[in-house]
């Protein structure tokens, strides 16, 4: 497998700058020697050629040398998405090896560049997250709603992002006949065909590991996804804004966070993280939205990689008058939902998908997507029980063919719309 992974990278003519298949088996004093060691190097660079940067460190009466460890990056100011829009006091034009996006989940997409080291470390972190599933390129991959749009590959198939009944036909078609080992996608999107799957009594044979990416990903959605598709589901959290990233191995105990592309710190339950590497436009201490998790334990895996838990920004949820509403309850008390190997008797399947959004004025609208059996009584059973979960919320459901997707084909759960709400329950928070 390394081998194989070796003669991949030099195929893209990235020279090796850290092997990852070695440094996983490294102990945490290793790690965290490494982490300060690269630290240091990215603060006394930005401090002389970033002058964003500069004049964040003269205002805080701080120098380079006063950051040693990262039990100094305290001292730092955060870095905001809004201080890095459209600034290049914080580019470094001439090391620029690639543009990338943010999928704008807070309304507006932050455009970013990344060095030629930083584009490395990213696809070798990918890699490495990868081949613990036991993908490695050369297998056979299915891939759904991509962000990054279509993957040319004759190993790999681009499934039908618009998830209609006649778009699902045809993509298990596509399943059924290329008998992918390996499925990746956005939550939202492999939910919906996993529930599919298990609504038409459809097995997919050869699947060996799905990869849910971009989303939130829930316990429900991953019990449906495992049970559909009759193998594991591996977890991965990524945000190339800032180098964060973690993956799932196969013990499942949490995502080992890649200690050696950046340094996340919890700082009151959000994500603040520094990117080790990318010196193009460089990310100190950048708050990405994101809520971590430390998890006060070692994986059976014997790694020795912190394990966490991240989530994406905190407004998958419903606010009512009486409280806070979340996705677990909401699928549970709405569709019905009853865990695997329990009676699938209970399950609403008439209901092939939902998505709750809230405006404000605690108006709550439902896209619904009925399979083509869904009976009257069924709708109305749900409309009350919603009814009861969301108490004072007045509720209006709109049954559409799919769900609807953002620009970069998400498709969330719960939206909340009700800005002025949010940012009350952030301050009570």
């Given amino acids: 497998m390394i081998n194989k992974i070796n003669k991949l990278i030099k195929r893209f003519k990235f020279k090796r700058i850290i092997d990852l298949n070695m440094s996983q088996w490294w102990s945490i004093d290793k790690l965290e020697d490494f982490q300060n060691q690269r630290l240091r190097k990215i603060i006394k660079y930005v401090y002389d050629n970033i002058l964003g940067y500069r004049e964040k460190f003269i205002k805080a009466k701080l120098k380079p040398q006063d950051i040693k460890t990262k039990d100094d990056l305290w001292k730092i100011p955060i870095t905001t998405r809004e201080e890095l829009q459209n600034n290049k006091d914080f580019v470094n034009d001439k090391l620029i090896s690639a543009t990338l996006y943010t999928g704008g989940s807070t309304g507006t997409s932050l455009k970013y560049y990344e060095s030629e080291e930083s584009r490395e470390i990213r696809w070798n972190s990918h890699l490495r997250g990868w081949s613990w599933n036991g993908y490695i390129p050369g297998k056979k991959l299915a891939i759904i709603s991509s962000a990054q749009g279509l993957v040319k590959d004759k190993n790999t198939i681009n499934l039908i992002g618009g998830l209609t009944i006649e778009n699902l036909e045809k993509n298990v078609e596509q399943l059924i006949e290329f008998k992918p080992q390996h499925l990746r996608g956005y939550v939202g999107s492999l939910y919906i065909l996993a529930k599919y799957c298990l609504d038409n009594n459809i097995k ?3 699947i060996e590991s799905v990869d849910p990416i971009s989303e939130n990903l829930y316990n429900f959605q991953r019990e449906i996804m495992e049970r559909a598709f009759d193998c594991k589901v591996f977890e991965e959290y990524c945000c190339n804004d800032g180098g964060a990233c973690a993956w799932e191995c196969d013990s499942h105990e949490g995502l080992h966070y890649f200690m050696e592309r950046a340094i996340i710190e919890d700082v009151d339950g959000e994500m603040v993280v520094t990117d080790l590497w990318n010196r193009a436009m460089p990310f100190i201490r950048y708050k990405n939205g994101d809520s971590v998790k430390f998890l006060d334990k070692k994986c059976s895996c014997e790694r020795e990689l912190p394990l966490i838990k991240a989530k994406g920004r905190d407004n998958d949820f419903l606010i009512t008058k009486n409280g806070i509403v979340g996705a677990t309850y909401l699928m549970y008390h709405g569709i019905g939902y009853v865990g695997a190997g329990e009676d699938d008797s209970k399950f609403r399947t ?6 709750y959004v809230q405006k404000p004025g605690y108006l709550l609208e439902v896209n619904l ?13 749900f409309e009350n029980i919603l009814s009861k979960v969301t108490q004072s919320m007045k509720i209006r459901i709109n049954f559409v063919d799919d769900i609807p997707k953002t620009k970069k ?12 709400l949010l940012n009350k329950w952030r301050k009570m928070k």
């Fill in 204 to 206: 997919l044979e050869g």
């Fill in 350 to 355: 008439g209901i092939r998908a939902v998505q």
């Fill in 369 to 381: 997507v009925k399979n083509k059996w869904c009976k009257d009584e069924e709708i109305i059973s």
């Fill in 409 to 420: 084909g998400k498709r969330s759960f719960i939206i909340n719309d009700d800005k002025e």
